[in-house]
């Protein structure tokens, strides 16, 4: 078993997690949403290291026009670029005295003008779901820092972000709280010195439900997350473990590493982030409280470790460190995710695609949560394998995966 694959990875093992001088001019994808809020409030402890140029929401007007006077307040922005993508919600935004004064177009066009904005120097994509991809790939070829949260741009469409990482000449730092360990661990190593991966996952709130309980989880039982506090749909993700199935094919396609040498191992506590194994044995771990500040930082900011107001974990309160294997009975879909990553292509489209309609049709209440591994499953069952080679063939796959699924989706 070779540990690697020929394909380049897309995070630059052996290179540094290069330190840009601050304020680093910075774009906010999603601000309104969870990894966006937490990103604002770094810019607000460190107005002079971080400076948002632009920010985005989908319709959250009234809440995107507080954080950006927040901003300004503390001198960590200055009339920054506003793209907000529904278009009711863009008429609000062009009513509102903050909001409009640098207003960009609604819908797409307005998203994109903002991950291609001229003299800034990170991208933060806090964008959730597939819509990620496009704005993704935008920052790419600009060359700019992407500090990736929206893990489905590399799950949906690795190769196409690997290649516009390579033309525009940018650097992708993961802001998904395993892989900012992993890059922290690898950072300065020579990747033939790397044996394998381990991702850690909570095993979120139904971890240790039988089959009649898991049947009966609600949405208020899945969204109650023990460790971290999240947007819905990654909330949902991590009680199915599709969340970390996401992160294996993520892992695969950052670090280049085979997927029988990506392994994950359940660890309740989430204080162990992830762990990178070492040819000679060697375990190389990263540790700290559950707060999603500290992989953005060390995105945006890079290696230089700015002073940041979190818990730190006390060991000797703490005791002991727990791991056990998944189930990958009860939760399935960590072995679909695996399952679709080995076949790549239109397969992880198919995947990620599927699950986005199952779980908005579970925040509905329109299935149950055991729905969601069978619909997934039996929208691959339906699915070819294909090479994807551009953008329009990827959204083309994806729409066709979407209709596939919400068939199977019952309707009210
Ligand atoms: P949220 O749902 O909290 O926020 C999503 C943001 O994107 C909001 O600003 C939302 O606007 C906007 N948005 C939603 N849909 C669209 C769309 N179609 N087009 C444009 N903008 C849109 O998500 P999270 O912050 O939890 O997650 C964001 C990404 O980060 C996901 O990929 C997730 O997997 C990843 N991640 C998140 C972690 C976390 O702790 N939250 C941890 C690790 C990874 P509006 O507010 O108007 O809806
Ligand atoms: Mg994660």
Known sequence: MTSREPALPLYHLGGR??????????VLLGATGS????????????????????????????????????????????????????????????????????????????????????????????LVGAA?????????????????????SLVIGGGLVAEAV???????????????????????????????????ASGGPCRDWDAVQLANASRADVLAHPTWEMGPKITVDSATLMNKGLEVIEAHVLFGVAYDAIDVVVHPGSVVHSLAVFRDGAMMAQLGAP??????????????????????????????????????ERFPCLRLARDAGRAGGRMTIALNAANEEVVAAFLADRVGFLDIPRIIA?????????????LET????????????KERIPTL
Request: charged share 25%; hydrophobic share 45%; aromatic share 2%.
């Open 166 to 200: 390579r033309r525009g000449g940018a650097e992708v730092i993961p802001v998904d709280s395993e892989h900012s360990a992993l890059a922290q661990c690898l950072c300065g190593r020579s990747p033939e010195e790397l044996e394998s991966l381990i991702l850690t």
């Open 378 to 390: 039996s929208t691959l069952d339906s699915t070819e394998p294909a090479d994807v080679s551009d």
């Open 17 to 26: 997690c290069r330190s840009i001088p601050g304020p680093v001019r910075t």
């Open 132 to 152: 990620g991809l496009a704005p993704t790939l935008v920052a790419a070829e600009r060359g700019r820092r992407l500090a990736l949260a929206n893990k489905e």
């Open 35 to 126: 990894i966006g809020t937490q990103t604002v409030d770094l810019a607000l402890q460190h107005p002079g290291e971080i400076r948002l140029e632009g920010l985005t929401t989908r319709s959250r007007v009234a809440d995107l026009a507080v954080l950006v006077k927040r901003l300004e307040d503390v001198g960590a922005a200055d009339r920054p670029w506003i793209s907000v993508l529904d278009i009711d919600a863009h008429a609000a935004a062009a009513a509102d005295p903050i909001l409009s004064r640098r207003l960009l177009p609604p819908g797409e066009d307005g998203l994109l003008a903002a991950a291609g904005l001229e003299g800034v120097d990170c991208v933060v994509n806090g």
């Open 394 to 405: 990827a959204l083309a796959y994806d729409r066709e995966a979407r209709r596939l699924a």
């Open 291 to 328: 707060d999603m500040r500290v992989p953005l930082l060390y995105a945006i900011t890079g290696e230089r470790h700015l002073p940041l107001a979190t818990d730190r974990i006390d060991l000797k309160a703490l005791g002991a460190l727990r791991f056990a294997a998944p189930d990958e």
